[in-house]
């Protein structure tokens, strides 16, 4: 299933939650692991994922259960989002590596 599961033992990974009936096609996800880029990667292995299987099939909007009216949200904005918000994540922690190796050879 493409790395895609969770470790009870470690307790990290990716679970997806029925929200509703099978018809509606309403899932959950829930990442969780020790440190965020780790969570983020999940999150975005898992949307990945998610496109791939249903990659014809995906409604173009969707809707918050909350307010059915009001929240409605493009599936490729929250991909695009937790992808920016991932390599943001990524680039913190090399910068802060290299600086970190530059204070080493000081």
Do not use: W
């Amino acid at each position: 299933m493409q790395n895609i599961s969770y470790d009870l033992v470690h307790k990290c990974g990716s679970t997806f939650m029925l929200q509703d009936c099978l018809q509606s096609g309403l899932i959950g996800l829930m990442t969780i692991a020790q440190h965020r880029h780790e969570c983020l990667k999940e999150m975005s292995d898992a949307l990945r994922f998610i496109e791939t299987i249903c990659s014809g099939s995906i409604k173009s909007t969707l809707t918050m259960p909350h307010d059915m009216k009001t929240d409605n949200l493009e599936f490729k904005d929250v991909v695009s989002a937790v992808r920016m918000v991932q390599k943001t994540q990524v680039k913190k922690i090399e910068k802060q590596k290299l600086v970190r190796d530059f204070k080493i050879k000081l």
